[in-house]
């Protein structure tokens, strides 16, 4: 499994604001053998960025020998394609296309993509969308991005989120078959955001097997249960050997994304340390 880090655990990079070339340089020293590149409306890497741009990317990670398999879009909690707004979720359709696009140009072979919400916690103003309607649009989302993952040969990982939908894992496996016939579509699977809907990371594992395409991981004090739960790797309750353990034995051998915010000083370096403990698990 290969270790990785996000953007958005770089400092400036929740912001979409700290140079590329900056990020790669500091996850090099901190250890990590890929970063996870991220893309937003506005920023340093946008759904605007041209062709050139990003193989700069990609050859600058190749500089730092540093592999740059996945790209991550957060963008679905501003422009949901679960909005009960139609013209928004066109928009937000519209922009994944865009950045798949560019997660080809990069060279990645995968992207996050969140399926829309039914409430999002840190945004009151955000529904609730009434749930038979946001399985609809995101289901209608996921078809259309399908057809470009499949067009630019990059795989579209739908991620389980805190987003009040898809909190079964039954209910992922549904999804995703839904759209066998399209390989490119699966799992991007968080092990910390489970336990915050009281499930058992190792069993979801289990469940999905070969659908899960790509993999996050965090962890989670439960005794919290809320946004303020997400802690540092080794701090909280995820059963990381069994856990790593479960990915062993599905076969999976990709990159394990940390995904840790805030960003501080000391950040990467101490999620590189819990990485090399966690990995060492499997």
């Not at 560019?102 to 990645?108: D, E, F, K, N, S």
């Not at 749930?131 to 499949?150: C, G």
Request: proline fraction near 5%.
């Amino acid at each position: 499994m290969i270790k990785t880090i996000s953007y958005w655990s770089v400092k400036g990079g929740l912001d979409n604001a700290r140079p590329i070339e900056e990020a790669m340089s500091e996850a090099k020293a901190a250890g990590f053998a890929g970063i996870e590149l991220a893309i937003a409306p506005e920023g340093v890497l946008t759904t605007s960025t041209d062709q050139a741009t990003c193989e700069k990317y990609r050859v600058a990670a190749l500089k730092h020998g540093l592999l740059l398999q996945t790209l991550a879009a957060g963008f679905a909690w501003g422009i949901c394609p679960t909005d009960p707004n139609e013209a928004t979720r066109k928009k937000s359709i519209e922009l994944h296309k865009a950045a798949l696009q560019r997660a080809a140009w990069l060279g990645c072979q995968a992207m996050l993509f969140v399926p829309g919400a039914v409430k999002i916690p840190w945004d009151p103003k955000f529904g609730p969308v009434r749930y038979d309607n946001a399985v609809k649009w995101s289901r209608e989302a996921i078809k259309q991005l399908a057809d470009t993952a499949e067009k630019v040969n990059v795989d579209l990982g739908v991620e389980n989120v805190w987003n009040g939908l898809y909190y079964s894992p039954s209910e992922f496996i549904a999804l995703i078959d839904e759209f066998k016939s399209t390989p490119r579509v699966g799992v991007y699977f968080d092990c910390g955001n489970v336990l915050g809907y009281h499930q058992h990371p190792p069993h979801w594992i289990e469940m999905l097997g070969k659908r899960i395409k790509r993999v996050h991981i965090k962890d989670f004090k439960t005794s919290v249960g809320n946004l303020s739960g997400f802690c540092d790797l080794l701090e909280g309750d995820v059963p990381w050997k069994e856990t790593m353990q479960a990915l062993k034995k599905i076969g999976y051998d990709k990159t394990i994304v940390a995904e840790m915010m805030p960003p501080d000083e000391t950040l990467l370096a101490r999620t590189s340390k819990a990485m090399d403990k966690i990995l060492a698990m499997a």
